[in-house]
């Protein structure tokens, strides 16, 4: 596509539950990234990959949360056990061999 | 640690001329970016500094001072479609190239 796709839009999920969220980046770029975003802040990295590899995931705020990107190009963010303070916007974003990174409409998570 | 201070809202009249202020304590730099986020919308690529001074695009320009760490946004005659948040990232060079973001500051125009 043209652009950086997420799926979904919005979620809303009980908690406890697990929830899976997508990002379909854009066609050949190796860099990834998954953001989190509270609101009225800004995004807080999470997770970085370059193809298929995990090169930093510094940022996941406990064991709960899991990233995968197994063939170099969608990546999903996987939340188990939901909690309420994981309540945010996720955001992707790819990037290529240009500087800027170009970021996905992300996924607005609610955990009730 | 990383610290990426900018003010958290203004408001400015259109077409008017307005700054956005962004000072920066990062432990590496390789550039800096602002972004344009509409309410409920995707982060939007405005600007990249990596050198010392003044990067002009169209009504949109961003100065950085390194050696202050210090950045700032220049929107010059302002838009209603302008009002938006306005974020500050460094990238901090630690070799995943992730973009360290500020708060944000929120920008409203008013007639």
């Known amino acids: 596509g043209a652009g950086v796709s997420q799926s979904p839009r919005y979620k809303v999920a009980k908690r406890g539950q697990d929830v899976a969220l997508r990002c379909d980046p854009i066609s050949g770029h190796v860099s990834l990234f998954w953001y989190q975003q509270a609101l009225g802040q800004g995004p807080e990295f999470l997770t970085y990959?370059?193809?298929?590899?995990?090169?930093?995931k510094s940022g996941l705020p406990s064991d709960r949360f899991f990233a995968e990107r197994p063939e170099g190009s969608v990546s999903t963010l996987k939340i188990q056990r939901t909690q309420q303070e994981d309540s945010a916007v996720y955001l992707c974003a790819s990037r290529g061999g240009t500087t800027e990174a170009f970021f996905g409409q992300g996924t607005r998570l609610t955990v009730v | 640690g990383q610290n990426i201070d900018q003010p958290t809202e203004m408001t400015a009249t259109e077409g008017a001329i307005v700054q956005i202020n962004c000072t920066y304590q990062t432990s590496g730099f390789n550039g800096l970016f602002w972004y344009q986020q509409h309410a409920g919308e995707a982060p939007t690529f405005l600007s990249y500094?990596?050198?010392?001074g003044l990067e002009e695009k169209g009504r949109f320009s961003s100065f950085l001072s390194r050696s202050k760490g210090y950045s700032y946004l220049l929107l010059k005659e302002l838009q209603m479609k302008d009002s938006a948040s306005y974020l500050c990232?460094?990238?901090?060079?630690?070799?995943?190239?992730?973009?360290?973001f500020g708060k944000g500051t929120k920008l409203s125009v008013i007639p």
């Open positions: 990232a460094v990238d901090t060079g630690a070799g995943s190239y992730q973009l360290t």
């Open positions: 500094n990596v050198l010392d």
């Open positions: 990959f370059q193809n298929e590899a995990q090169l930093d």
